[in-house]
């Protein structure tokens, strides 16, 4: 190895300043050697490179001021002895009111008749212009101004100034950072070079060569990221497959079913039954809107796995879904096929898998315990994941693996812009179900204020009143002192106690055992409680008919697909269902999550809406895809970018497509090394 890859392999322990007490704090961030710490990206800057005077300041600025300090700082102490010092300055021009919060490291640093630079936002407080200081130096021995200096996201035991020279010492230890993208790829995208990014995206000269550092490190991460989806994709095709060579028997199950299926459906079991038939493993996505269908579509897949011979498994990411599947399929064939539930608390266990390996069973539907080493399979050719961003591409890899050739198809309740979707499920085929089934209704949404709590639980009352069961969701078990959020617990007991005395109300988390959670859901699905009281652990795949009215407690704390995720429980039968949002954030987001909630039902129409308010990294959550993360990529504003590195990518690997040559090894690996850390080691093997 040579001692450039030594010195970027190295532990971060070991750069200056780091040791290895603050490692563990470094490791928090991600950061665990020192091309972490180089691809540990700034989340802004600040531009210190001009010095304005005072009588030129405007509220809002966030700028440098330079000038002598007039007084001592002065203390002021509030509620919670939280403190505010100040002292005036004057340049010349004016004079103005420098303050900051709850930061004695400032207090007896000033000295009068010296001249400070100092750095801060200027703020209109009473009808007076005032400057809230975040930075100061003494003027003839500044460091910092006139610079644009990055600002990191950091944790407790690290501040801007560590994390700045341990990244200036690191960059100043090697001449030539060597550039891994091929020279023709950096030179037909008029790509700046990988050293000049890597020093500009940390310490930039101007704005336009940030941007120019930017726009490389995006085409990058999309490049290595479509062409890692696309290998992989390509060596599937490689593999051989199980032939259901009888597909017509899928028609038996269409008909059995009391309902019609919607296009979409159709259209989706005609593209399983194709890939069955191709002689390839079948990695199939099928995506859909909350309610729209996906599991009778995978049933109708089982049902042709079995009449061909072939056992089929089913992971679901939690025991009440596990079984909500379990008595779904048990409707759907009756009879007709030998269906299992293997789950961590399942009694009998040894047993069931001894069956199971037997070829007892043609269907076994499960948890994570259908990953486990002791469980085997007598023929598996067909593997369903559902709620597929629950599972990392480790863990469904190793339900498929149980047979190399099996056939597998993953489903998602979040819906994603289908171009969206083929760049991050590049190695899946996507079938996306966009038809509602006949009977589903828009559920009519709501946003309140606390104000007006009464007249909503009114509502819920009514609800009651008329037979039907509801959901009241909190985001926190228990009472917490630091967030303002309402607790399940305690809110629970106040609902049965105080508002709903006459009901029975349950309460449901994901704290209890397993067995309390079934038990919990088991009285709430058969009606013996009326109103449940829940944690986000109903958001996937919970199914009770008769709940027609959802409250979500503190709204603002979720997600926009989340709430809709949430919202996806109720209007499942035949009732006109409702859900009430209650927030007292006025936080423009907020404002804009609870519009798009009120205004529409459309998964799609939301999941767009909150790609734009979050960025995709938290969207889409790469990490449980088993994907390298996007740390400075967003799919949905640098599509441009984007589609420039999917046409690069496609051209390569036309020309090379395992990328043997010498101008690919070092791209070939970099991936390698980006997912060994993903359980993937083995992507070019």
């Known amino acids: 190895m040579s001692d450039y890859r030594k010195l970027i392999n190295s532990s971060v322990q070991y750069v200056k300043g780091v040791g290895e007490k603050r490692t563990a ?11 972490d710490l180089l691809h540990y990206f700034p989340r802004e800057y600040e531009d210190r490179r001009h010095i304005y005077s005072i009588s030129r300041l405007a509220d809002g600025m966030t700028c440098c001021i330079k000038a002598p300090v007039l007084t001592v700082a002065a203390e002021r102490r509030f509620k919670y002895n ?58 003839d021995k500044n460091v910092r101004t006139g610079k644009i200096l990055p600002v990191y996201s950091l944790v407790k035991g690290i501040n801007q100034t560590n994390l700045r020279s341990m990244i200036e010492s690191v960059l100043s230890k090697v001449d030539c950072f060597e550039d ?6 950096v030179r037909e995208n008029n790509l700046m070079s990988y050293d000049k990014a890597l020093r500009t995206i940390h310490f930039p000269d101007d704005m336009d060569m940030f941007e120019e550092a930017r726009r490389r490190f995006i085409f990058e991460e999309l490049f290595v990221l479509q062409l890692s989806l696309n290998y992989m994709k390509t060596r599937r095709t490689h593999t051989g497959g199980h032939i259901f060579k009888d597909i017509s028997c899928g028609r038996e199950f269409v008909d059995s079913l009391p309902f019609e299926l919607t296009p979409s459906q159709k259209r989706a079991i005609r593209e399983i039954c194709e890939d069955f038939q191709t002689g390839k493993p079948m990695n ?4 859909g809107d909350v309610g729209s269908g996906k599991t009778v579509v995978a049933a109708c897949a089982m049902f042709i796995a079995a009449k061909n011979g072939y056992q089929s498994a089913l992971m679901a990411p939690t025991e009440i879904l596990a079984f909500q599947h379990y008595e779904t ?25 001894t069956e199971i390996e037997g070829g007892n069973y043609d269907i076994v539907i499960g948890t994570h315990a259908l990953i486990e080493d002791n469980v085997t399979f ?42 969206l979707a083929l760049i991050l499920y590049g190695d899946l085929d996507i079938t996306i179900i966009s038809d509602k089934p006949a009977g589903r209704q828009d559920i009519d949404t709501f946003c309140v204020n606390n104000s007006i709590r009464n007249r909503a639980y009114g509502f819920v009352r009514k609800q009651l009143e008329e037979g039907r069961q509801g959901y009241v969701v909190c985001p926190l078990v228990e009472e917490s002192e630091t967030l303002n959020a309402v607790s399940g617990v305690q809110f629970a007991e106040k609902l049965q106690k105080d508002v709903f005395p006459d009901y029975k109300v349950g309460l449901l988390h994901g704290r209890m055992k397993s067995a309390e959670k079934d038990n919990i859901m088991m009285q709430f699905k058969n009606g013996e409680i009326n109103l449940l009281v829940s944690t986000t652990v109903i958001e996937v795949g919970v199914d009770v008919p008769n709940a027609n009215i959802m409250v979500i407690e503190n709204a603002e704390r979720f997600g926009l697909s989340q709430l809709h995720q949430l919202r ?20 423009d987001m907020t404002r804009q999550r ?3 909630m009120t205004s529409t039902n459309d998964g799609f129409v939301i999941s767009q809406k909150d790609l734009e308010l979050r960025g995709c990294g938290e969207f889409f959550g790469t990490r449980q895809h088993g994907l390298p993360e996007l740390k400075i990529a967003n799919l949905f504003t640098d599509m441009d970018i984007l589609k420039a590195a999917q046409q690069q990518c496609e051209k390569l690997l036309d020309e090379d497509p395992f990328l043997k040559s010498d101008k690919n090894l070092p791209l070939r690996s970099r991936i390698h090394h980006m997912f060994a850390k993903f359980d993937d080691a083995d992507i070019f093997n």
């Open 82 to 139: 939280q403190a505010v010092y100040s002292l005036s300055v004057d340049d010349g021009s004016g004079s103005i009111n420098v303050f900051w919060f709850s930061s004695p490291k400032y207090k007896r640093k000033f000295e009068r008749g010296t001249d400070y630079i100092f750095y801060g936002k200027v703020v209109n407080r009473n009808g007076y212009l005032q400057f809230e200081l975040i930075e100061a130096e003494i003027a």
């Open 378 to 419: 007598n023929n598996l050719g067909f593997c369903v994941t559902d709620e597929q961003h629950r599972f990392g591409v480790s863990q469904r890899s190793k339900l498929s693996g149980k047979n190399s050739s099996c056939h597998v198809l993953v489903m998602s309740a979040t819906p994603i812009p289908r171009t």
């Open 25 to 35: 704090l470094f490791n928090k961030l991600g950061i665990y050697n020192v091309e």
């Open 329 to 353: 399929f048990k409707k759907f064939f009756g009879d007709k096929l030998n269906i299992a539930l293997l789950t961590g608390s399942v009694t009998s266990k040894k047993q069931l898998l």
């Open 594 to 596: 609870m519009d798009t």
């Open 180 to 185: 891994y993208l091929p020279e023709d790829v």
């Open 284 to 287: 199939r996505l099928v995506q």
């Open 568 to 587: 996806g429980r109720v209007g499942r039968g035949d009732y006109k269902s409702y859900c009430i949002l209650i927030t007292d954030s006025r936080n």
